[in-house]
């Protein structure tokens, strides 16, 4: 994966000759400097139809590094699954991707040269990168695949690598990632008595020498006897002394009495870290207690401790957050905010407390010493401090002391908080951003910054915001139910604009096309209109219009007006329609609803361009299907295969126009569970038109896209950030023509491709249909067209396996029948096998029945009283309820379906056993359904025996139920 593995520069006497040789070629990462990330950041690459261009938002609980601190300022900081390499001095990002769980863990190495990422998912991922390039030089896979990394570091030397993972019994692993290799050198799993370490870091004056800590214990490590072995640090009451203790073979005779570390200092213990000289361990708390603990040389040999005293120093009355050592200097932040410098004696030399911080989060100080620093030619007579750093907050403000003029400087400040809401002006390349403390920002995409900020003090927490068509309001919903109307550019309210009826979290909004209405949904599953009249807008009414969750809201306009018109779907899979304009003061009238779908629930909608003589409704499912619906008759009028990444499309939104689309095609946005993708329109089913990247693992709450259609914005929810996607619509259409022209791409998607087994199957099916529909006896010779007609459809896809309802057969027929109505006003009767392959890869499945699936209906249906507690279905309970829901079957139709699925035909002898295959009208009527059912039936009966899949396991009741099978064969032939 790597052009280069050696973390120093090239002339390091530690590589090989081979090394050397591979590294003397023009290789990126070795030929680059400090100055080649940023030297051509203003190109993007234009490859990929979404490109990550930038991100708003930092993980507070993560550190910030320096990177460089003299000709220009970069610094290291993480938001979501991205490190993000900041240049404040250009204002620009190169953005580390690779990761795709949120990063755990980092850290630099000394000579700023390396950094080292980690995550937490269950496949654990460390990627080491080069920080003058940008490049990732080594990824180690699955090294803690049972919890991921918690903390990772740097030996001093940066050869060495130590991972901490999060396993429940924690492991402790040294990497030698120079090397290409890729398992550890040396690993120890740690006893869960020492509490939960989430902190390690080599000695930097020693790299066999390691430590970590816990709230409650510190363990010092050691891999001089070439083996991993660590101790854990304890103090041990002797008399009136405090001991430190290593090894309880010191006193044989006696048991040791060990003192509780964090009540001996105060309160729980904080990162420690290592002395800059002597063998020793500073350990904080957050008492504001520090612990020295003085260790001896000759520990490596003896692998234990000696005796001596632990030195604990009360050094301030807050707790302290952040310890660092630098320059013979002990440096502490703490709770307040404020930065302390300390002597080895813990005497206090300078501090910094004006910084306006909240509590500390991390201390990183600059590689380059600063020019009066240098120009002294005197240790002694030196300044006290002689590097500038940069400090991280709790709140992620970032801050930058320059120690040469004293002063500092605001960096970055990020928003911290849960980020829900996100909507594009109209007008202008910015975007407003509100969390749930009741933070607005708005932020210009071309300038890359922040243009204005305020924060609402009414209310808090906001879920949703949206911007007028004309760019005049900027609509806020908040958990409370409340909606304000701000002014766009401003960002101020009037009260009089202010709406506190609805009692539910606002969860949509959405503005009329004229700007004349805005409407909200919220979880209480009601609808609330407003309009406005000038000057003020007014509160007109609200209604519970659905009986489970509203999933979209969407205004459209009339095709014979320019009225309004306002759509809601919902759970409940109902479309339901409002009459805007007849709607008055106190009184939200609704038009009508219909029910979309049977057993899929509709996840969002938009309107479909203008593709076709007709105005559609584009609706997605949690079935990875989506379907256009006429707006006016509300029917299905064609499905369609949608995006299948990992989970359901939820939202969808048609981009405008720009002066990027050359073809002049329409595009569709959408986002997944944690994805955002782009779609190639018209909808087709066609796999290779739609791509889809990683964007928030946590889940995606939302997104917008810019006015000019270049740019989607999404907001991460509880990962606190905002991602900026910049489209590349070339890459996308290219994309696309590598998957292949007319059928193609579909081929790919039928098993065995178009020479395997399957579709030689659809087509032997295909021209039975043909001989079918002319007759099976006929002796005249026969005229076979390239098509079937419809009537033959339903029984071809049930021959494929793909078993429709009523009402899918009825869309699927209307699909084809109405294909070109509107624009020939002539109906279709017969469908080719280049269309019936379509709708069959469209109209089926997308993943077929799961077991899980399965198994939850029978949950839901059934009752205990299976074995091993399985949920059974009564035989007369199933009977009925397929008599009596959904689409209701007659009892002939029962006793025809069971009949064939558990075989009982009745074949006459004079005819032939092929008259049978598309139809049962044969039906032996001599025994009852009771007689081959069972009376209890488990999910194992179901799918065994009844539907004749796969048995995956034998209990009694499936051998019974065999033997019962094989009895009535036995009568039947006897018969």
């Excluded at 048991?255 to 420690?272: M, N, Q, R």
């Excluded at 896809?797 to 699927?812: H, I, K, N, W």
């Excluded at 008259?915 to 059912?933: C, P, R």
Aim: proline residues 5%; contains cysteine.
């Amino acid at each position: 994966m790597s052009e280069a593995q050696c973390p120093e520069t090239p002339s390091e006497s530690h590589l090989s000759d081979i090394d050397k040789l591979r590294r003397s070629r023009e290789s990126q990462v070795y030929t680059a400097t400090k100055e080649t990330l940023f030297a051509h950041e203003s190109t993007h690459s234009r490859t990929h139809a979404l490109s990550l261009d930038w991100v708003s938002g930092v993980n507070s609980s993560l550190p910030v590094y320096v990177l460089q601190d003299h000709s220009q300022l970069v610094f290291l900081y993480a938001g979501a699954h991205v490190g993000i390499i900041y240049n404040h001095t250009t204002n620009s990002q190169h953005l580390l991707q690779g990761h795709c769980s949120p990063i755990s863990c980092m850290c630099v190495s000394e000579d700023r040269r390396w950094i080292a990422t980690a995550d937490q998912n269950e496949k654990s991922t460390v990627i080491l990168w080069d920080s003058y390039s940008g490049i990732p030089v080594h990824t180690l896979f699955d090294c803690h695949p049972n919890g991921g990394v918690i903390a990772i570091a740097f030996s001093g030397d940066a050869k060495q690598l130590v991972t901490l993972g999060k396993e429940r019994d924690q492991c402790v692993c040294i990497w030698d990632w120079t090397n290409d290799s890729h398992e550890p050198l040396w690993v120890t799993e740690l006893s869960p008595e020492y509490g939960y370490q989430n902190h390690i870091i080599f000695n930097p004056n020693n790299s066999t020498q390691l430590l970590s800590s816990s709230e409650s214990q510190v363990l010092f490590y050691s891999t001089a006897q070439r083996s991993l072995q660590y101790v854990p640090l304890k103090v041990i009451k002797l008399g009136d002394a405090a001991t430190l203790e290593l090894n309880a073979s010191l006193f044989p005779n006696s048991t040791p009495e060990f003192c509780d570390i964090p009540k001996l200092a105060g309160g729980p213990l904080s990162p420690s870290v290592f002395h800059w000289r002597e063998l020793r361990i500073i350990t904080p708390s957050r008492a504001g207690v520090i612990m020295v603990w003085e260790l001896t040389q000759d520990l490596d040999s003896n692998q234990r401790l000696s005796r001596d005293h632990v030195k604990i120093i009360s050094l301030q009355e807050h707790p302290i957050t952040v310890l660092a050592v630098v320059d013979n200097c002990i440096v502490t932040g703490d709770t307040r905010g404020h930065i302390n410098f300390y002597d080895e004696n813990m005497l206090l030399l300078t501090w910094f407390t004006q910084l306006n911080l909240d509590p500390i989060v991390s201390i990183s100080f600059s590689k380059e010493f600063e020019r009066e620093y240098l120009e002294d030619g005197t240790v002694d007579t030196k300044p006290l401090l002689g590097r500038n750093f940069v400090v991280s907050s709790s709140t992620s403000t970032v801050v930058h002391v320059n120690v040469e003029r004293s002063t500092w400087r605001v960096l970055l400040q990020e928003n911290c908080n849960p980020l829900h809401a996100v909507a594009c002006h109209p007008k202008q390349p910015t975007v407003v951003m509100g969390n749930c403390i009741g933070s607005l920002k708005v932020w210009d995409y071309q300038q890359k910054r922040t243009i204005r900020k305020t924060v609402l003090e009414k209310e808090k927490e906001i879920q949703c915001v949206t911007i007028d068509p004309q760019g005049r309001y900027l609509a806020v919903g908040f958990a409370s139910g409340a909606v304000h109307f701000l002014d766009a550019d401003t960002l101020q309210s009037d009260p009089k604009e202010c709406f506190d009826y609805p009692p539910d979290s606002i969860s949509h909004m959405r503005f009329s096309h004229d700007s004349g209405y805005l409407a909200t949904a919220d979880v209480g599953k009601a609808v609330t209109l407003f309009r406005m009249q000038p000057p003020h807008w007014i509160y007109l009414g609200r209604y519970r219009s659905h009986y489970k969750p509203i999933t979209d809201l969407l205004f459209g306009v009339h095709q014979d007006s320019a009225k309004p018109r306002l759509f809601t779907l919902g759970v409940d899979r109902l479309l339901v329609e409002y009459d805007v304009e007849s709607s008055e003061v106190g009184q939200l009238v609704i038009l009508g609803s219909k029910r979309l779908e049977q057993s899929a629930v509709p996840t969002c909608m938009t309107w479909y361009p203008p593709l076709s003589a007709e105005e559609f409704l584009v609706v997605a499912s949690d079935q990875y299907k989506m379907k256009l619906f006429n707006s006016t008759s509300k029917t299905c009028r064609k499905t369609l295969l949608g995006p299948t990444y990992g989970s359901p499309v939820k939202k969808i939104r048609i981009l405008p126009t720009s002066g990027d689309n050359k073809s002049g095609s329409y595009y569709m946005a959408y986002i997944t569970e944690d994805k955002v993708g782009l779609q190639i329109l018209p909808l087709d089913g066609n796999p290779y038109k739609s791509q889809a990247v990683l964007c928030h693992p946590t889940s995606v709450s939302t997104f917008a896209y810019s006015h000019d259609g270049l740019f989607v914005f999404t907001a991460g929810g509880p990962d606190c950030t905002v991602l900026s996607w910049q489209i590349s619509y070339s890459a996308l259409e290219a994309a696309a023509a590598l998957g292949g022209k007319e059928l193609e791409p579909y081929y790919t998607l039928l098993e065995g491709g178009r020479n395997g087994e399957f579709y030689r199957e659809i087509e032997d099916f295909f021209y039975y249909c043909q001989i079918h529909n002319q007759g099976l006896d006929s002796m005249e010779t026969r005229q076979l067209s390239p098509k079937i007609p419809l009537t033959e459809l339903p029984s071809l896809m049930r021959a494929l396996a793909y078993f429709p309802t009523e009402e899918e057969v009825e869309d699927m027929l209307n699909e084809v029948k109405l294909g070109q109505y509107a624009e020939t006003g002539e109906y279709i009767t017969d469908i080719n096998l280049e269309e019936l392959i379509k709708l069959y890869i469209n109209h089926r499945p997308a993943f077929g029945i799961s077991a899980d699936e399965l198994a939850t209906a029978f949950e839901v249906l059934g009752e205990p009283g299976g074995p091993e507690g399985q949920a059974v279905l009564h035989r007369d309970q199933m009977l009925e309820l397929l008599q009596v829901r959904g689409e209701a079957m007659t009892e002939d139709e029962l006793a025809e379906c069971f009949t064939a699925l558990l075989g009982l035909f009745e074949v006459k002898e004079e005819e032939s056993p092929e008259t049978d295959v598309f139809k049962t009208d044969n039906v032996s009527q001599e025994y009852a359904l009771e007689s081959v059912i069972p009376e209890k039936i488990s999910m194992e009966i179901f799918t065994h025996h009844i539907l004749g899949l796969p048995s995956s396991s034998r209990s009694s009741p499936s051998l019974a139920l065999n033997k019962e099978h094989k009895a009535t064969e036995q009568q039947l032939d006897d018969d």
